[in-house]
């Protein structure tokens, strides 16, 4: 059993509410894994800029979506949700033992290098025409605004260097693909395929840019065979029940014999968890669990109550609070 529950919590997947929008490319990836482990959720739409007052109550301030919610603990970024829905699902799995190791590694490159790739790509005027199409001239700028703040730390790509990279790329999956193989590491699916695939979903959202994959063809058919796997949520919910929900629910003691120290921080005391790429702001709590791959900090929110709120160690910046 995953070391940060103790046995008392047992958590059922009919329990899970991920916090999303529909345009989130870091969303879809996550609704493809629930949509393949074939798993029921609940669905709390979000809004895709601040100010986002529900949301940050649950996190503490941290406001890169998607996060999943059960009960009363709250789980931050994609890479971190993957694992913890692996847990709770492991059939059918998307780290299989032949490829986990590389897989974490195909993912990590897909969800930073790849993904900002394809941003800058769909990003050029044609593909923002298009993906903005719903918004008026001042969501637009308020749009602009909060993505200028939101990713000040990632260097800004040229779109010629953004094409002639994705194309380079395009062309590394097609061998992947070769024959219509149906996974890009082996027989068995990965967390490589779903985090590749909310890239290249983002680029097929992206009106006349979008064509640049029809040039691949086993790239398109098995973009289209990503893409028919993901189903609607099992039920909706607004974002003030799943504040009452987590404020009914009392947050189980984490218990692991896994504490990883490499911060000099024990265990109780203060700190602050940060992303370190996008989305800087700090959450600030009691640190309840340090393992190798995983932060959890408790803390007090006024209108929930206690929550417990979890970060992969990859990509965050742990802080003890002065």
């Known amino acids: 059993m995953n070391p940060s529950f103790s046995d008392s919590q047992i958590v059922q997947v009919d329990q899970l509410i991920l916090h999303h929008y529909a345009t989130s490319p870091y969303s879809e990836k996550i609704r493809a894994i629930l949509s ?3 798993v029921p959720w609940t669905s709390v739409e979000v809004p895709a800029i601040m100010p986002k ?3 940050v109550a649950l996190t503490g301030g941290y406001r890169r979506v998607p996060i999943l919610q059960i009960g009363a603990h709250i789980y931050c970024d994609t890479a971190l949700i993957a694992e913890v829905l692996e847990r709770l699902a492991p059939s059918p799995a998307i780290f299989p033992p032949e490829s986990a190791g590389t897989a974490r590694f195909f993912a990590q490159w897909a969800d930073s290098v790849l993904f900002w790739t394809t941003a800058a790509y769909v990003f050029q005027k044609e593909g923002a025409a298009s993906l903005l199409s719903h918004l008026t001239d001042d969501e637009k700028k308020a749009f602009a605004v909060d993505r200028g ?6 260097p800004r790509m040229a779109s010629s260097e953004a094409t002639a990279a994705l194309l380079i790329y395009l062309r590394r999956f097609e061998t992947m693909l070769i024959d219509d193989r149906v996974w890009l590491l082996g027989s068995s699916a990965s967390i490589a395929d779903f985090s590749v695939y909310h890239c290249l979903w983002f680029v097929r959202r992206s009106g006349p840019l979008a064509a640049i994959i029809d040039d691949f063809p086993y790239v398109a058919g098995w973009y289209e065979r990503m893409r028919r796997l993901v189903q609607p949520p099992h039920a909706d919910m607004t974002s003030e029940a799943a504040l009452r929900h987590a404020s009914d629910e009392v947050p189980q003691e984490l218990e692991s014999e896994f504490y990883t120290d490499t911060h000099g921080i024990s265990l109780g005391e203060q700190v602050t968890v940060t992303p370190v790429d996008t989305g800087c702001d700090p959450v600030q709590g009691e640190l309840v669990l340090a393992m190798r791959d995983e932060l959890a900090l408790r803390r007090f929110d006024d209108r929930v109550g206690e929550l417990i709120v979890h ?3 990859l990509g965050f910046e742990m802080k003890k609070v002065a």
């Not at 703040?149 to 990632?154: D, M, V």
């Open 149 to 154: 703040e939101f990713r000040s730390r990632i």
């Open 36 to 38: 393949f482990k074939d």
């Open 53 to 55: 007052p529900d949301y």
């Open 311 to 313: 970060f992969p160690r």
